[in-house]
T-cell receptor
Framework: AQSVTQPDIHITVSEGASLELRCNYS??????LFWYVQSPGQGLQLLLK??????LVQGIKGFEAEFKRSQSSFNLRKPSVHWSDAAEYFC????????????????FGQGTILTVHP | NAGVTQTPKFQVLKTGQSMTLQCAQD?????MYWYRQDPGMGLRLIYY???????DKGEVPNGYNVSRLNKREFSLRLESAAPSQTSVYFC??????????FGQGTRLTVV
């Protein structure tokens, strides 16, 4: 069965420090991978996605992620964290739905809550 | 551009009551999805509609029904609400090779 694991439930960093959020997946085929961010009381916003091609993916807000097939990982990184990055982050694997019309059928990790200290 | 719109934003139900959560998207996407979010569990798929006229079960469909009213609208119905259905519900839509676009969520409490 497909699964996504985010090993860190809660991470605290200082503003300006670098950040890496871990994501490991279990999936039989070529994975379609996503990172979403959720601010309190809000919906989910896409940070970046990997469908194919270059394994280093650039996203919004200065985030990047690297797909490593050999390690079944898709870790999210940011070189310098801002206070506004405090939120919950979700990694997800997209599956082709029964109709073959989209990869929006997602399996999510448990989420990582990021706290940023000034 | 509104994207994905969910109504209502908040709802309190008594056990056994029924209600329908509404979702509409204006991006002309074929696929629409309903997820629930519970603390420490990420989001889990309840039902989805790959295209107008079709619906399929997701990971946690028990206690729910759905209707794909037209290409824009996808509703989720709780026929007899239970406290275990207290959650935040998200609707999403997508197309092939796009990400899923999410609504702002409906926070449901069943007492």
């Amino acid at each position: 069965a497909q699964s996504v694991t985010q090993p860190d439930i809660h991470i605290t960093v200082s503003e300006g420090a670098s950040l890496e959020l871990r994501c490991n997946y279990s999936y039989g085929a070529t994975p379609y991978l996503f990172w979403y961010v959720q601010s309190p009381g809000q919906g989910l916003q896409l940070l970046l996605k990997y469908f194919s091609g270059d394994t280093l993916v650039q996203g919004i807000k200065g985030f990047e992620a690297e797909f490593k097939r050999s390690q079944s990982s898709f870790n999210l990184r940011k070189p310098s964290v801002h206070w506004s990055d405090a939120a919950e982050y979700f990694c997800a694997v997209g599956h082709l739905n029964a109709g073959g019309t989209s990869y929006g059928k997602l399996t999510f990790g448990q989420g990582t809550i990021l706290t940023v200290h000034p | 551009n509104a994207g994905v719109t969910q109504t209502p934003k908040f709802q309190v139900l008594k056990t056994g009551q029924s209600m329908t959560l509404q979702c509409a998207q204006d991006m002309n996407h074929n696929s629409m999805y309903w997820y629930r979010q519970d603390p420490g569990m990420g989001l889990r798929l309840i039902y989805y509609s790959a295209s107008e006229g079709t619906t399929d079960k997701g990971e946690v469909p028990n206690g729910y029904n759905v209707s794909r009213l037209n290409k824009r609208e996808f509703s989720l119905r709780l026929e007899s609400a239970a406290p275990s259905q207290t959650s935040v519900y998200f609707c999403a839509s997508s197309e092939l090779y796009t990400e899923a676009f999410f609504g702002q969520g409906t926070r449901l409490t069943v007492v």
